[in-house]
């Protein structure tokens, strides 16, 4: 199948946060103890690359929270000039979509939160500190794009949505990008989780409001005829989420 121009922007973004990985990874096995000096050097003296992470991070999040017609149907999804309803939709049916997908959505966030709880424990015992929280959530941060692009536990396994375009969870990606941030108390830290917290509740409350966008059933641009970005063009598409011929 022939790559769209979104898929090759999504390919060349995981190819960046590729590199960035590996530059960090390289730090934190062979230079361990520059990465704790640039993570306790105050800005003022000097810019380091931990600051420079933290714009890049901050960056990636202004752009969800301010997305262009360039983002990915997944994302614009939400938007309600990108809306376009099907006549004649069933309620009943996207009621029992919305409630399925909100009750497999919440045991993603328990299961998240059970995992990371186990490393937030670990940091209280000092069996790991600051380090190799920032190297955790550099891991998560590539991972974002593995589960879009290649292969994603939560989709396969819990929520069952046939691609990234119709996921009900979409833009939960940054708050479990930076959830270990919450443990290293500083305003580095916690500025990024707080503004992925507040990605997530924007998310969270446009769903609640207008669930007729999120659903294949009710708004067109999610069915596959119509779709422009092709993300399942490397991982392909689990089949119809909703059992019904919206594709």
């Not at 996207?94 to 966030?109: C, D, E, H, I, T």
């Not at 955790?136 to 949505?161: A, E, G, R």
């Not at 507040?198 to 769903?207: A, N, S």
Request: aromatic share 18%; with cysteine; proline share 2%.
């Amino acid at each position: 199948m022939k790559k769209t121009l979104k898929m090759k922007v999504y390919l060349v973004k995981f190819l960046i946060r590729l590199i960035v990985f590996l530059s960090v990874f390289v730090l934190y096995c062979k230079h361990r103890d520059w990465m704790v000096s640039f993570m306790t050097q105050d800005i003022r003296y000097g810019v380091t690359p931990i600051h420079i992470l933290w714009l890049l991070f901050m960056g990636t999040m202004a752009l969800h929270l301010f997305p262009s017609s360039l983002k990915s149907m997944a994302l614009l999804k939400m938007k309600q000039e990108k809306y376009v309803p099907i006549e004649g939709y069933s309620e009943y049916e996207l009621l029992k979509y919305v409630q399925n997908q909100n009750q497999k959505a919440w045991f993603v966030m328990l299961v998240w939160l059970f995992m990371n709880a186990i490393v937030g424990f670990l940091y209280l015992f000092d069996v790991v500190d600051d380090v190799d929280l920032l190297m955790l959530t550099v891991f998560y941060y590539l991972c974002d794009y593995i589960c879009i692009l290649f292969y994603c536990p939560f989709q396969s396994n819990i929520m069952k949505n046939k691609c990234c375009v119709n996921c009900r969870i979409y833009d939960w990606g940054h708050f479990m990008m930076f959830t270990p941030m919450l443990f290293i108390r500083n305003f580095f830290s916690w500025s990024l989780f707080f503004v992925s917290l507040v990605v997530l509740i924007r998310w969270e409350i446009v769903y609640a409001r207008h669930p007729e966008r999120f659903w294949s059933g009710s708004n067109q641009v999610l069915q596959c005829r119509y779709c422009k970005d092709q993300t399942c063009t490397i991982k392909k598409k689990l089949g119809r989420e909703d059992g019904k011929n919206y594709v």
